[in-house]
């Protein structure tokens, strides 16, 4: 069955960085795309970055653009999203997706807090 689950949240300060990585299991991992969303506390969850099967990117969220980097490596199927300058306003639950054979699968979360 299709796993996603995600790894390398925490707490970290304004300004810091952390790298959040996706491992993938029970499908082709190297022919779809994948995302990052996040979802704050009494807000929607929200798209935060997407990758092509092959390595492209779609626009990223303009609240990220210019501090997130997603990527991903089809040998090891997994999927990473590399976070800088992070903001307190960056602190969610972030979720990795995918949507093998046209149905969507969620990983189960991963807290990120952005706190001094």
């Known amino acids: 069955q299709v796993q996603l689950v995600e790894s390398g949240g925490g707490l970290v300060q304004p300004g810091g960085s952390l790298s959040l990585s996706c491992a993938a299991s029970?499908?082709?991992?190297?022919?779809?795309?994948m995302s990052w969303y996040r979802q704050a506390p009494g807000k929607e969850r929200e798209l935060v970055a997407a990758?092509?099967?092959?390595?492209?990117?779609?626009p990223y969220a303009d609240s990220v653009k210019g501090r997130f980097t997603i990527s991903r490596d089809n040998a090891k199927n997994k999927v990473h999203l590399q976070m800088k300058s992070l903001k307190p306003e960056d602190t969610a639950v972030y979720y990795c997706?995918?949507?093998?054979?046209?149905?969507?699968?969620w990983g189960q979360g991963t807290q990120v807090t952005v706190s001094s």
């Open positions: 990758i092509t099967r092959t390595g492209g990117t779609t």
């Open positions: 029970g499908f082709t991992f190297s022919s779809y795309a």
């Open positions: 997706y995918a949507k093998p054979g046209g149905r969507g699968y």
